[in-house]
């Protein structure tokens, strides 16, 4: 659901309006993120732009907005650090590990590359694709927020009736976790319907055999009086809906559901409403 980009910091910085055209088509809201490669790109872009505008007032505009980038913008992902001319690191990394599109002041002969110029809401990378229907496997549920799990470092499920006890819920969490890097903490967050003690029981059942390395979770309890309904997957970068839930089909149940990325504001106020409550259990994979 979300698109890395490598984005070329010359080709961005001929004025402040074209520098904020272009950010302002990105974040993990709007499917798309610019990937923080090499890990010093920010500071390719002052230089740049320092370049184009020394002494002038567009200077400071871009190197005000480019300050105050919005979390969920620039995103790392884990990839090695370098040396050297832009786009030639680039090249080099898109061979080992693809990025989904190239943004760059001139054509390439690579067929992710986007012309600058001809960045615009015509060019199919800027397609949609921050909502999605699927089904409700466990590969295809993970699959679909598989660049927020990658590039977490604290994950929040939210849904009512999460229970490990259950295959449905089970499976998919499983699927969920493999693509968690180790030291991230996961906080699962559910209603009271269950007691505290069973829950705690059905999940050292299962969860000390199947955590990651590294991997840290927290079974937590929300309150009665905070009711709970609509289902989320979040991240420290961002979050998803889930329509229907965090459970996989079973027989003769829904068997799609429609995931969204959450707006900013939207996943700032869920992602704080969601820091409290009764800590069940916690568990850490060996």
């Keep these: 659901m979300i698109k890395e980009f490598a984005v070329e910091p010359e080709a961005i910085v001929s004025s402040y309006q074209r520098f904020a055209y272009v950010i302002e088509k990105f974040g993990v809201w709007e499917g798309r993120v ?40 620039l995103i790392a992902m884990s990839r090695p650090g370098g040396d050297g001319e832009w786009l030639g690191q680039v090249l080099t990394e898109h061979k080992r590990q693809p990025f989904d599109y190239i943004l760059s002041l001139a054509a390439r002969d690579v067929p992710e590359a986007v012309l600058i ?47 490990l006890m259950h295959s449905r819920f089970r499976e998919p969490f499983l699927q969920f976790v493999q693509y968690l890097r180790p030291g991230t903490v996961v906080e699962i967050f559910r209603d009271s319907e269950v007691a505290s003690a069973a829950l705690l029981e059905r999940a050292n059942r299962y969860l000390p055999k199947v955590l990651p390395s590294g991997i840290t979770v927290r079974l937590i309890v929300r309150p009665d009086e905070y009711p709970m309904h609509n289902r989320f997957l979040m991240t420290n970068h961002g979050g998803a809906r889930f329509g229907v839930g965090l459970d996989a089909a079973g027989d003769g149940s829904v068997q799609e559901d429609e995931v969204s990325m959450m707006l900013a504001n939207v996943w700032q106020e ?16 060996a």
């Design 34 to 73: 610019i990937s923080a490669f090499p890990s010093k790109w920010k500071s390719l872009v002052y230089a740049a732009a320092q370049r184009a505008h020394a002494g002038q007032t567009e200077l400071k505009r871009i190197e005000e907005r480019l300050r105050t980038l919005p979390k969920g913008i």
């Design 117 to 163: 110029d001809e960045f615009d809401g015509n060019h199919p990378c800027l397609a949609h694709t921050r909502e999605q229907i699927i089904r409700r496997e466990p590969s295809v549920m993970a699959n679909a927020c598989c660049f927020l799990l990658k590039t977490a470092s604290h994950v929040k499920l939210v849904d009512p009736h999460f229970d």
């Design 270 to 285: 869920r992602w704080t409403q969601y820091s409290s409550g009764e800590v069940v259990g916690e568990w850490v994979g």
